[in-house]
DNA sequence: CTTGACTTTGACGTAGCGTCAACTTGTAGC
DNA sequence: GCTACAAGTTGACGCTACGTCAAAGTCAAG
């Protein structure tokens, strides 16, 4: 086993032996041995854990936050995979503040003004952060819970045989690597957007097709960026293939 | 003239009054313009001088650091080029990330060792912020730039017709469905780098073949995941073309 | 056995706000 | 014109994630 001192580690993770104290204080990240000098030494396994908490840090987590994060998912493997889906959306944002910053030169330019909302484009985070608090905290559970609630129990069967088929048809579609805008993918986004029709109390049982979009396409994030429902499309692959697949059926249908 | 209260500065910019507060007592940002009864409203050149502090401050720098470097760069425009290119090399840094965590699973899954250096990968940050910060004072007022400056405009007519012509013939060959190992597609490849070694300043314009191959190589891959140049040779598709006819070029022939 | 790099445990300092508190101002409805 | 009520102001203290010293032990090399 190969083991690291401590400011070996620090300088290949880009910290200091300051902060990787700290952690150990703080009960974030013990070393893997404690030589009886009092000595810190990091192992393999230590490293992906710092590589995870240094993940989570930059994403602005708080201390507590990250260590609570950390023991909930034991299993390393899905959540360094939804942590890559979380560094492919802050690329996507740095995508939108480069096109605002070029939106803003252009502004300067030709001396006109642009609307705020515009220049300001990808800096927010602060933003969606609340909005995804409330989509979870009530709309969630309230009226879906009486209308499942009032169902008979065959209804209720076949409601869940028929998500059962749902879902395995999205996984099936995944591992045969279908595209996402293909026929197949797309009849099965038709059948998956009338089943949420079907339900009332959501976005998607409205006739107005512009909120039925928003609130499908967001479901499509939610799906990814959830772990309760990305396990029902075969985890995060199958999730992004559900996503897009909605996604371009929004897009052309609605 | 546009003015927006302190409220709904901070709400679009992703922050809050708070912190608007801060920065004027800081002497960072003043309202540009200040009721008799003490409100605080912002203009659009507030505005823009706020979303380069966010930036600056995302990139890891001190309040006093954003106040120099803003008060030595007055004219806003090449600063706001200058923050394009850092938010690129960030996007850079996030792939790098990216793929370092893919090695850490792929690890994790044949259970085996990786090099430290290799996990660790695109996290450092510290270590080449040094870097930044000369490129800030110094070469933001670029060879590069320089060169191309000194271009007469007929030059730069031929110049940008060249590389035109280059990335038409790319996608060309992609979408004749080519082979980047085939005839056509490496000539093409020998034009794409000695191009690439008329511009001064680049490794390719070296003689260290080793140098040149690794900078055409690496260009390769950001080719395919930069969307910037990706966009050049018809997105995705073209780019991996290119990016393949680069490396069997290089391999080749360096 | 000395020198110098590295480590430890405290303990206090600091930057960039968050978070009250106490008060004043603009705006809407009656 | 009065009353709510949201939004603004200026202090002032608090907090998080370390930075930065201090005092002292440890290790490898010469």
Redesign the pocket.
């Known amino acids: 086993m190969n083991e690291y ?4 580690v620090a300088k290949q993770a880009g ?5 990787l ?4 204080d ?1 009960g974030l990240l013990a ?1 893997s041995r404690v ?1 009886n ?4 030494y990091y192992d393999q396994a230590a490293l992906v854990r710092l590589q995870r908490i240094l993940l989570l ?1 930059e994403l602005g ?5 990250i260590k609570e994060a950390l023991e909930r998912q034991q299993n390393v493997e899905p959540a360094l995979a939804a942590h890559i889906e979380w560094l492919q959306e802050e690329r996507r944002r740095i995508d939108r503040q480069i096109k605002s910053i070029k939106r803003t030169i252009t502004a300067l330019e030709i001396k006109g003004d642009i609307a705020m909302s515009d220049m300001m484009d990808g800096f927010d985070q602060a933003q969606y952060r609340d909005e995804v608090e409330q989509r979870w905290g009530k709309e969630a559970a309230d009226k879906s819970n009486e209308w499942w609630d009032s169902k008979s129990k065959e209804d209720k069967v076949v409601f869940t045989d028929f998500v059962d088929e749902l879902n395995a048809n999205w996984i099936a579609l995944t591992e045969a690597g279908a595209d996402p805008a293909g026929e197949e993918a797309q009849t099965q986004a038709a059948k998956h957007v009338s089943w949420l029709a079907s339900v009332p109390g959501t976005p998607a049982s409205t006739d107005d097709p512009a909120l039925v979009k928003e609130y499908v396409t967001n479901l499509g994030e939610i799906y990814v960026s959830d772990d309760r429902f990305a396990e029902n499309y075969g985890r995060i692959p199958g999730a992004t293939f559900v996503r897009d697949a909605l996604a371009i059926y929004c897009e052309r249908s609605l």
Chains 1, 2 share one sequence.
């Open positions: 001192s401590i400011q070996e910290t200091t032996s300051r902060t104290r700290h952690y150990d703080e070393p030589g000098n009092g000595y810190r840090r987590l708080g201390l507590p936050a």
